[in-house]
């Protein structure tokens, strides 16, 4: 399945529209080519309207936000919901301040089709945890304990959510599915999260709303394959990321049905 997955949305090429931070240009840029799509970093509010036309997936990510880009983030995620194109929010580092927490939710009212954060992030939104607060852009929790917060996110706003960490977690609101691959290293490079993200949205562009929970699952397990294979033949942060990109473009069907860990849970 995930192999299908990856040379569907590599034949179709999808053109990804990322308005995204400055620290994950580069490697989000990159994660989307080598996995098989095409990226595309745009977010002048005057171009928002044709970009968001011409794009087959959005992916929006709040990490080094300001005034300016959350309102050409408002007129994409408005435009992509009225052209009913995918849309995938990254809310990074909710909770950490007020104007950030405040403009992730008014996004998320938009609509997305998914949303990926960590366990912090994910909590924040819900606004439903007597937890200690989000670091920053790190996460301060668990995906265990953000799961009853992933669930009324996806049920109110009707969309995925999906949290990461050491096993992601998935979910509509009912189902809920877990990604075991991946691996601790992938935490210190930064953007990690932020391009997983990305490659979301990659899926979410081949497959209808009704199958995002499955895209969302294939991209968080292909990346952190990817992650995998990446680690067997780095010595740190800086050779993994690298290592990284060239695992993804050289992801094979044997590599792929062997490796991906996917499983339902509850
Ligand atoms: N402890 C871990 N073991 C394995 N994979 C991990 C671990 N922590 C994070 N990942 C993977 O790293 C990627 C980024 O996730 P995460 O670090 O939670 O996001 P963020 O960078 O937004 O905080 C995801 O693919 C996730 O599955
Ligand atoms: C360090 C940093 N600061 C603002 S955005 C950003 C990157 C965060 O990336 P990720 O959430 O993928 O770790
Ligand atoms: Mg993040």
């Known amino acids: 399945m995930a192999w299908e997955a990856l040379a569907k949305m590599r034949d179709a090429n999808p053109l990804v529209q990322c308005i995204t931070n400055f620290v994950s240009m580069d490697f989000m840029a990159n994660t989307l080519l080598a996995a098989g799509a095409s990226p595309a970093m745009a977010h002048a509010i005057d171009e928002i309207d044709e970009f968001v036309a011409i794009a087959d997936a959005l992916c929006i990510n709040a990490g080094t936000l300001s005034p300016e880009w959350l309102a050409s983030m408002k007129a994409a ?48 939104l819900s606004r439903a945890s007597n937890l200690p607060p989000t670091k920053g852009v790190d996460s301060a929790h668990d995906p265990s304990q953000a799961l009853g917060a992933a669930k009324s996110l ?47 949205a990659a899926f ?62 509850s």
């Not at 990604?179 to 930064?190: C, E």
């Open 77 to 124: 995620g408005a435009r992509a919901r009225q052209l009913n194109k995918p849309w995938v929010l990254d809310p990074v580092a909710a909770g950490a301040t007020s104007f950030r927490t405040s403009a992730c939710i008014e996004l998320l009212a938009l609509g997305p089709s998914i949303v990926r954060g960590n366990a912090s992030e994910i909590l924040a």
């Open 154 to 200: 996806a049920e109110k706003y009707h969309c995925v959510v999906a949290v990461s960490g050491a096993v992601d977690l998935v979910t509509d609101g009912t189902r809920v599915v877990s990604v075991s691959n991946g691996v601790p290293m992938l935490q210190k490079i930064t953007a990690s999260g932020c391009s997983v993200t990305a490659l979301i």
């Open 204 to 265: 979410a562009a081949v497959y209808p709303r009704e199958q995002h929970l499955e895209a969302c699952a294939f991209a968080l397990a292909l990346f952190g394959l990817a992650g995998e294979i990446g680690m067997s033949k780095a010595s740190g942060p800086a050779s993994l990321r690298l290592q990284l990109i060239d695992a993804l473009h050289g992801l094979d069907q044997a590599t792929v049905s062997s490796g991906v860990k996917i499983s339902e849970a």
